[in-house]
């Protein structure tokens, strides 16, 4: 990435940075973190409307103490929940808790996926982005279960990342994800049809 | 990717295969295409609502002949609009024609972007996916213009591949776009915060 790094155009400060809003396109109530918020409220927000990340990635969640949808956040604006959201048959305009997301270097990202839960069935390691699974060969919509052996990643419901959003990461639950259930509390179906490293 | 490859399932026997239905979750009237399609209606359907792409990556558009809101459409399930669809704020439940996208080796493709129209201002060569340009020293939100040298790209609204999509070609307009109003029927504004190319 060096030709862009090149022209780096003023550099992040702080590993974790963002700015949230409490209404859309930057508009009302302001608020700069730099580490984590389990209840958005308790800053006098009654939501977040829209925010921009200063540096490093983020997870936001739907509901506060880091449950429901989650959506990944990398450095840019957001405007609007449509900027952020992954599902759009079930709209998620709710946004009240969130945290940085700890990667690992990129290019040293691992992790491995199994066709069946507890790590069980046909399995292989990723080391790259893949906006579809299955165009480089697994087998099917569906993943079993999952280790994450270096960095942090997003799964995704739908091929080219679109659909419902898993952030999965080796510094939590020691990387191991042994059922769909443990992605993340709405989980519904074992459904990953697309899968991405996260970058600083 | 070759640890994918080595259980590559089914291979696909063609270079371009889509299955559409016209209803929900793979219901309804079905017919398989391996080439373009500028009109649904033409093939005695009043919408495409759900589809499987078995090889090959496809563009799809809101309307006929290509027009409107453009989806990337990679090999995978897409059972519902929600699948495809890139802005939330503006719902295209619409899906009227499609046609594949010839990418060049995935490995090779290139691609310039410029800080203003017509090929002006700050530029650097993109040969990788970027989820956020601006994590990567892109100075704004914005991209002004661009030069597809290899191969074929997504670029999004906004980080994380979300928003509205812009599938940009070498194969089309000798790979120039030299105006946010040359990326699609559809661009309203230059925003775009995220680039990836498209794989076969």
């Not at 290019?107 to 790590?119: A, D, G, L, Q, T």
């Amino acid at each position: 990435v060096w030709p862009l790094t090149l022209l780096l155009h003023n550099p992040p400060l702080l590993l974790f940075q963002m700015i949230v809003w409490e209404q859309e396109h930057f508009q009302g109530k302001c608020q700069e973190f730099t580490s984590e918020c389990t209840n958005i409220m308790n800053c006098g927000f009654d939501n977040i409307r829209s925010l921009r990340v200063e540096s490093g990635a983020w997870v936001g969640y739907e509901h506060h103490d880091f449950q429901g949808q989650q959506f990944i956040l990398e450095r840019g604006e957001y405007p609007h929940w449509s900027g952020w959201s992954g599902s759009l048959s079930y709209h998620v305009e709710r946004f009240m808790s969130f945290r940085p997301v700890y990667c690992a270097s990129h290019r040293s990202s691992r992790m491995m996926i199994y066709e069946k839960e507890n790590f069980m069935g046909r399995t292989v390691e990723l080391c790259d982005d893949y906006p579809s699974l299955q165009a480089m060969g697994w087998m099917n919509n569906e993943v079993g279960s999952m280790h994450v052996q270096s960095g942090a990643w997003v799964c995704y419901q739908y091929p080219g990342y679109r659909g419902y959003q898993y952030i999965l990461e080796c510094e939590r639950h020691s990387g191991d994800y042994q059922h769909w259930k443990n992605w993340g509390s709405h989980a519904q179906t074992p459904q990953i049809q697309s899968v991405r490293r996260i970058q600083h």
